[in-house]
């Protein structure tokens, strides 16, 4: 008896949380927000001092946002006209040593990653930003950048998405 009791509690209480825009991700959705859109983020990167262009880094991180998300949301993606708009264009690749042998030589090398963020919510513009959103991978220096490259894009795209998320939507 008690436990049909309990399961409809927990039933209840799931559906009056879902009904004021609570998602169990700890996404806070405004009323009326069902679409979201994440337009390309261009590749600056190349254009600033120290910081280099990376081939399909502006795919890659357009395409890793929008999976964060799609898994962290009930929202639909949309091409145009969306509630929640996110926009912007990677400012930094870099790669910079971070720590010296007794030789002088680097032992660690960071590669950073930065991405100028405007996000827009259509339905309460008080929470429309700008803002720049940054994350690192160290490595060590005897290894290419190269051999690394992918597990380093995995971990600073994970952060950085999962930072921007937290700001036009977790709000905590």
């Not at 042998?101 to 930003?129: G, H």
């Not at 597990?151 to 905590?172: G, P, V, Y």
Request: include cysteine; aromatic fraction near 14%; charge should be negative.
């Amino acid at each position: 008896m008690s436990r049909n009791i309990l399961f409809s509690f927990a039933a209840i209480l799931a559906f009056s949380l879902n009904g004021c825009g609570y998602s169990f991700t700890g996404a806070s959705i405004p009323a009326g927000v069902e679409t979201y859109q994440v337009n390309f983020f261009q590749n600056n990167a190349g254009t600033a001092p120290g910081s280099v262009f990376e081939p399909g880094l502006d795919r890659d991180f357009t395409i890793a946002l929008q999976d964060l998300l799609q898994n962290q949301t009930n929202l639909e993606l949309t091409n145009q006209n969306g509630d929640l708009v996110y926009e912007g264009e990677i400012t930094e690749y870099r790669v910079s040593p971070m720590t010296a042998t007794s030789q002088n030589t680097a032992a660690q090398n960071r590669l950073t990653i930065s991405v100028n963020v405007r996000f827009f919510n259509t339905k309460k513009e008080e929470d429309d930003f700008e803002k720049r959103f940054s994350f690192f991978f160290d490595y060590p220096a005897s290894t290419q950048l190269l051999d690394v490259r992918d597990e380093a894009h995995a971990e600073i795209f994970e952060r950085i998405t999962q930072d921007i998320f937290n700001d036009s939507l977790a709000k905590w």
